[in-house]
């Protein structure tokens, strides 16, 4: 029969980089709950329309990359592409937009985007996000941003940086895109490009093939036809960020890939990832809510990409603090012994040491050659005799001495050896 592989761009992660993953979006978690926001769990599929109306249905995340399917009752459903239609959504429908203002939430898992898989770029990836919604503050862009900075900064990343742009509200993008189509207009595109031109005029500057970007170098820019109150808006949140020591550079060309964006948008890039070297984006969204058929409320957001910004650890040769060592490993001898073992590791378990002890049936030199392997400081080993005399045998696997200590005392010898100074 043939081996079952994982789907085409579906990364697998198991030890020591599944460990460095999960650090990675603690890590990133980790700021985002000192800043406030409350830990969201969305599902995973929803209704299609959500995204299409949400993200939008001319972006290529939505008419090229979503996976759609229909359940068993002819719903039509797709497997989420990112999280931020999904907050917005939940909003909605629990009517938190009602309590108190800025709604903060957080959420983190996987996102599906049939890209052609390459490095760095996946078709199930993984994102912790945050949405900070129902505000139009710049403090609250700058806090947004700031909590990525700090989450970066935090893994000990320093080769990155962050591009800032603003995409203006919708009296001034109604003005820059009158422009920008007659811009468009006079460009030697394809047919479906001309299509898109009408339909999203925005999302031509997106391209990425090289044939078009050639024709776009002069193309007209959102930032020199923003509106007085869009201009006095990013003033402020560049303001705040420089401020605060949280380096930026105004691209006044970065236009994201989903059509939701309006005013701040940013994109963190790191330097040694090659073509995929986004590790995280976001922006203010202040017309998606109404989109959904929701109330008319702003938000602001970020997306950071765990498993590129865990690429970009590794590039940089940043050294992950690794899980806690286990400290004691239980070796027994014989069945008898071996239920007494597992009552032990229970008990110790129990009392806060990360313990593990020798499955199967091993010999003794097996089960202390397990031990060695496990890192364990402490090995506990135990057979016929000690089970008649209530006592076992504690060996220091560094210095190999070995000490009897009674099963009753077994905690405290520990707490002792283990927890000293605690
Ligand atoms: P996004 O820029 O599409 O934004 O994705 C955010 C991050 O997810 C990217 O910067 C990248 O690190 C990672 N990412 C995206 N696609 C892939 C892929 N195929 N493989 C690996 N990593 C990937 C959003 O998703 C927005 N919802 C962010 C946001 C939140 N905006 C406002 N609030």
Redo the contacts with the bound molecule.
């Keep these: 029969m043939s081996k079952i592989q994982a789907p085409k761009g579906v990364p697998d992660y198991f030890p020591p980089d599944g460990d460095d993953f999960l650090f990675i979006k603690h890590s990133i978690a980790h700021e985002a709950i000192k800043a406030g926001y409350g830990y969201a769990e969305l599902p995973v599929f929803e209704d299609t329309q959500l995204f299409v109306r949400g993200v939008g249905e001319s972006t290529d995340v939505v008419s090229k990359e979503m996976y759609v399917f229909e359940d068993r009752a002819g719903r039509n459903l797709a497997l989420r592409p990112?999280?931020?239609a999904g907050i917005m959504r939940l909003i909605q429908e629990h009517g938190l937009a009602k309590g108190a203002l800025p709604i903060k939430l957080w959420y983190a898992g996987p996102f599906f985007?049939a890209?052609r898989p390459q490095a760095?770029?996946?078709r199930q990836?993984q994102?912790v996000?945050i949405?900070a919604v129902g505000v139009s503050d710049p403090a609250l862009d700058a806090e947004v941003i700031a909590v990525a900075d700090h989450a970066f900064k935090r893994i000990g990343l320093k080769q990155y940086k962050l591009n800032i742009n603003s995409l203006g509200c919708f009296t001034c993008r109604g003005i820059y895109r009158e422009v920008l189509v007659a811009f468009l207009n006079k460009l030697n595109l394809d047919s479906e490009t001309q299509k898109r031109v009408q339909v999203n005029p925005l999302r031509v500057l997106d391209d990425k093939r090289p044939e078009i970007q050639k024709q776009l170098t002069n193309a007209p820019k959102i930032i020199n036809h923003l509106c007085q109150d869009c201009q006095q808006y990013q003033a402020a949140v560049e303001k705040l960020l420089s401020e605060n020591e949280i380096n930026f550079v105004p691209k006044p060309d970065l236009v994201?890939?989903?059509d939701y964006y309006t005013r701040t948008t940013f994109?963190f890039e790191h330097a040694l990832l090659g073509a995929?070297s986004?590790?995280?984006?976001?922006?203010r969204?202040d017309g998606l809510m109404k989109a959904i058929g929701g109330e008319d409320i702003s938000g602001i957001?970020?997306?950071?990409?765990v498993?590129?910004t865990l690429l970009a650890a590794k590039a940089e040769g940043i050294a992950l603090p690794k899980p806690a060592q286990l400290e004691i490993f239980v070796i027994s001898v014989g069945a008898p012994a071996k239920n007494l073992s597992f009552s032990i590791l229970n008990s110790l378990r129990a009392n806060g040491f990360k313990t593990d002890m020798s499955f199967g049936d091993r010999s003794l030199k097996a089960g202390l050659k397990a031990a060695d392997r496990s890192g364990a400081k402490y090995a506990v080993l135990l057979g016929d005799s000690e089970l008649s005399s209530a006592k076992v045998q504690v060996k220091d696997l560094k210095s190999s001495s070995q000490t009897e200590v009674a099963l009753a005392e077994l905690i405290g010898f520990f707490t002792k050896n283990l927890r000293k100074g605690a």
């Design positions: 990112e999280g931020t985007r890209e760095g770029r996946y990836l994102q996000g949405e994201r890939g989903l994109e995929q986004g590790i995280g984006g976001g922006g969204y957001g970020f997306g950071i990409g498993d590129r």
